[in-house]
């Protein structure tokens, strides 16, 4: 009996290695504030801040389809000073945000 071999359901290594979340609120004129969560952190943190500073959350969709995001500036700009960066740890990533 010969075996087949299903090179499709091998997995594949992770070339992106370890991934962080940044957390960011941004104006129209710059930056508010960030913060880079930790790996053993999650979004709570963010809702947590904002209780601190007794903002008013509201609602937000989704998506919404007819509404312009805001992000592709800010994000294009991003991507743009990653895109020869290689970070061997968290300490590295807050290094260059802070930066």
Not at 74 to 79: E, K, P, Q, V
């Amino acid at each position: 009996m010969m075996g087949i071999s299903w090179p499709c359901l091998t997995a594949k290594p992770n070339i992106h290695g370890s991934k962080v979340m940044l957390s960011i609120w941004w104006d129209q004129l710059s930056i508010v504030y960030y913060e880079l969560l930790k790996l053993t952190e999650t979004i709570t943190v963010v809702k947590i801040y904002l209780e601190t500073l007794k903002w008013e959350v509201l609602p937000h969709p989704p998506y919404s389809p007819d509404a312009v995001p805001s992000d592709c500036h800010l994000f294009r700009l991003m991507a743009h000073g990653l895109a020869d960066q290689h970070f061997r740890s968290y300490e590295e990533v807050k290094n260059w945000i802070d930066s």
